[in-house]
T-cell receptor, first 112, second 109 residues
Framework: DAGVIQSPRHEVTEMGQEVTLRCKPI?????LFWYRQTMMRGLELLIY????????DSGMPEDRFSAKMPNASFSTLKIQPSEPRDSAVYFC??????????FGPGTRLTVL | KNEVEQSPQNLTAQEGEFITINCSYS?????LHWLQQHPGGGIVSLFM???GKKKHGRLIATINIQEKHSSLHITASHPRDSAVYIC???????????FGAGTQVVVTP
């Protein structure tokens, strides 16, 4: 299996632009998690899905952030409009149980 | 106050030394995880524990549920062990992670 796939690996954009991050979970996994990592706050859970349904989005910072999972093999995290404070590494992880998670390589986002 | 506390924040060791990283948590958990993150790299799961002890190569992880404490030990440390080690707990029935701040480990030759 290829593991969790994220794209793009790096994204540089200007403030105010829309950013879309993509994730393909491991086939057969029914949990998908989006995390953000910054130097100041470490790893934070943004949102997670079970069987394509959002279960907990309390970690989403504000209305500028949205996430979707239209099917079992694809999820997106969108930021519109982006701001410099959104600069971070965004990780996607998937799981077939409630405990063990497999992380993607991350997307490094820089908002100028 | 973070519900998952790690110590130390930073650790430097010489090659061959025994390393211990500690994790304390204040919530009830279904499992505790140790993760490894190399510079510029992704995150790899090392161990998932709900009781007792696990060993993988030179890495040993222990957990004491009553004391709400876990330790990660690295025996005969090597420069390639240099990484950030993160403790995470699954505190609810959905498996949502709560993370410690991480321990930066540097092993010098």
């Amino acid at each position: 299996d290829a593991g969790v796939i994220q794209s793009p690996r790096h994204e540089v954009t200007e403030m105010g632009q829309e950013v879309t991050l993509r994730c393909k979970p491991i086939s057969g996994h029914d949990y998908l998690f989006w995390y953000r990592q910054t130097m100041m706050r470490g790893l934070e859970l943004l949102i997670y899905f079970n069987n394509n349904v959002p279960i907990d989005d309390s970690g989403m910072p504000e209305d500028r952030f949205s996430a979707k999972m239209p099917n079992a093999s694809f999820s997106t995290l969108k930021i519109q409009p982006s701001e410099p404070r959104d600069s971070a590494v965004y990780f996607c992880a998937s799981s077939s149980t409630r405990n063990e998670q497999f992380f993607g390589p991350g997307t490094r986002l820089t908002v100028l | 106050k973070n519900e998952v506390e790690q110590s130390p924040q930073n650790l430097t060791a010489q090659e061959g030394e025994f390393i211990t990283i500690n994790c304390s948590y204040s919530v009830g958990i279904s499992a505790l995880h140790w993760l490894q993150q190399h510079p510029g790299g992704g995150i790899v799961s090392l161990f998932m524990l709900s009781s007792g002890k696990k060993k993988h190569g030179r890495l040993i992880a222990t957990i004491n549920i009553q004391e709400k404490h876990s330790s990660l030990h690295i025996t005969a440390s090597h420069p390639r062990d240099s990484a950030v080690y993160i403790c995470a707990v699954s505190a609810d029935s959905w498996g949502k992670f709560q993370f410690g701040a991480g321990t930066q480990v540097v092993v010098t030759p």
